[in-house]
């Protein structure tokens, strides 16, 4: 089963939400209207809170965890991603805060504590170290991260319409049957 009770705690689901088959969402998890769990994709809200806004689309293969509450952390890390984000193939995001309108590139990496305020780019590959908090309207780049430039415009558009794009494309597989319905 994708969606899965731990503890007493079932994720919580908005309105119009694809969770691929394939993907495992478990515990304190709450996702926002029209936002998309892609396939091979874990949420894993097992010892703290994972919430995700709405039009947020989380990529295939990518993993979501939170840092749990203990001697070295006394409160530990949600994971809190905001709406309109954009989360790219293989990316991990654990116990951090991702804000509105961001792209999160392929293979990059969010730890412990990081913030990624509102319109951020952070490129393919990129590592946001422990703690670290990424300004809002700039591109990060690296490993580790670290601020190449303000965001253009256009790009700062881009946001909004890859949001938009993934709600429309999320749409088209919930109006398909699975081949296990038919």
Not at 3 to 29: C, E, F, H, N, W
Not at 114 to 125: K, L, M, R, T
């Amino acid at each position: 089963m994708k969606i899965r009770s731990y503890q007493g705690m079932t994720p919580k689901l908005g309105q119009r939400v694809l969770v691929d088959p394939s993907a495992v969402v478990l515990g304190d998890v709450e996702i926002g209207d029209d936002s998309s769990i892609w396939p091979l994709v874990v949420v894993r809200g097992d010892m703290h809170r994972i919430r995700i806004g709405a039009r947020t689309s989380i990529q295939d293969g990518s993993v979501l965890h939170i840092t749990h509450a203990g001697p070295y952390n006394p409160d530990g890390f949600p994971l809190i991603i905001g709406s309109d984000v954009t989360v790219g193939h293989q990316a991990m995001l654990h116990g951090c805060t991702i804000g509105d309108r961001v792209l999160v590139g392929m293979g990059a990496m969010v730890m412990d504590g990081a913030v990624v305020e509102d319109d951020v780019v952070i490129g393919a590959g990129s590592l946001v170290p422990p703690g670290k908090t990424l300004e809002s309207g700039h591109l990060y780049v690296g490993r580790p991260a670290k601020q190449v430039r303000k965001l253009t415009d256009k790009e700062m558009s881009f946001f909004t319409y890859t949001a938009g794009n993934y709600v429309k494309l999320k749409d088209k597989h919930l109006s398909e049957p699975y081949a296990s319905e038919e």
